[in-house]
């Protein structure tokens, strides 16, 4: 059983800062991509940014220079440091990242349930 677990969602004013975490944990054997996407009310899930196991990063233009994403591969976790936050990054965030299960030949994209940021003087 893998599980993603996402924490750091907050109500915050414009401009403020917020980090958010998201740690797998249960029978894993390898990471690879992880990633943070965000789903506004009434939008669609969008991508928000990714990160390889070698720390490659890919990030959409519109938080691109504001937020940051890391990763600690030997505490499986992966963070978005989010700087300058605007009323438009409202959203919930997900995290997902595909992972290879011990025993297993095959990866696959889990998704943790979300955590809300609201952005609002």
């Known amino acids: 059983q893998v599980q993603l677990v996402e924490s750091g969602g907050a109500l915050v004013q414009p401009g403020g800062s917020l980090r958010l975490s998201c740690a797998a944990s249960?029978?894993?054997?390898?990471?690879?991509?992880m990633g943070w996407y965000r789903q506004a009310p009434g939008k669609q899930r969008e991508l928000v940014a990714t990160i390889t196991s070698g720390g490659s990063t890919n990030y959409a233009d519109s938080v691109k220079g504001r937020f940051t994403i890391s990763r600690d591969n030997a505490l499986n976790t992966v963070y978005l440091q989010m700087n300058s936050l605007k009323p438009e990054d409202t959203a919930v965030y997900y995290c997902?990242?595909?992972?290879?299960?011990?025993?297993?030949?095959?990866?696959?994209?889990?998704w943790g349930q979300g955590t809300q940021v609201t952005v609002s003087s």
């Open positions: 249960g029978n894993i054997f390898s990471i690879n991509t």
């Open positions: 997902n990242a595909d992972i290879r299960a011990r025993l297993s030949t095959n990866t696959y994209r889990y």
